[in-house]
């Protein structure tokens, strides 16, 4: 076990969270990685200690910005709700990785994720003050991607979504919509890379994805369409 997990276990023992709080910050990148880590494995192997160890995880991300190497390993959602509190905390939202992905990127694109979870991030727009997630959205990476456009592009699951989880999404879609102004050669790039995908039989005219796409781009269906042929 990692020393400073170790240390970090003794000190909740004693229930001493100013010294976890020290600890934290004291502690290198490595190191935080593996505390954070600890706690969300902690979390889940009981529902009486998850919001221990989410409100732990939250206080000492207020102290320290979260290292990239966690952001990178939010990438589904039970992670994504975990971690959600602490990534309010130093702009976490915003924080990227090398490729310029937020968590936002890395959860909408991982292929194990068959439908992201739209209909939460919508709830905390809606419910909650969060001006940085509002600001995840528009970001893009270094592909001049954002989040939902990623999902777009590189999400190979293109069974229709749920009803609730589509009308998110489109929620979704409309706030980044607000935020910076779509590009037609975005649309043509995420249809580049849609043509290569062994499943691009199942897009026709009545899939989501082409719906969606149509609905973000202001064009027809039939425009989406012509340029994935």
Do not use: W
Request: net charge negative; with cysteine.
């Amino acid at each position: 076990m990692d020393p400073s997990v170790s240390a970090l276990i003794s000190l909740i023992k004693q229930h001493n969270l100013p010294e976890i709080s020290e600890l934290y910050t004291r502690s290198n990148s490595s190191e935080n990685i593996a505390q954070l880590k600890f706690m969300y494995q902690s979390a889940q192997q009981s529902p009486e200690v998850y919001s221990f160890y989410q409100d732990l995880c939250t206080k000492v991300s207020a102290s320290k910005a979260m290292p990239i190497g966690v952001i990178a390993g939010i990438n589904d959602p039970a992670r994504f709700t975990f971690f959600t509190p602490a990534l309010k905390q130093n702009n976490g939202f915003s924080q990227a990785n090398e490729q310029g992905n937020t968590a936002l990127h890395i959860l909408f694109t991982n292929p194990h994720n068959s439908v992201p979870p739209f209909n939460y991030i919508r709830s905390l727009l809606l419910f909650e003050s969060n001006e940085g997630l509002i600001q995840a959205l528009k970001q893009r990476n270094n592909q001049q991607l954002t989040a939902i456009e990623c999902y777009f592009a590189y999400n190979t699951h293109f069974d229709n979504l749920p009803a609730h989880e589509l009308s998110a999404l489109l929620a979704l879609i409309e706030a980044q919509a607000q935020l910076l102004t779509q590009q037609e050669t975005v649309l043509a790039a995420i249809c580049k890379k849609l043509k290569a995908s062994e499943h691009a039989h199942q897009l026709s005219e009545d899939n989501h994805r082409i719906l969606l796409l149509a609905s973000t781009y202001k064009v027809s269906v039939s425009a989406v369409c012509d340029l994935l042929e």
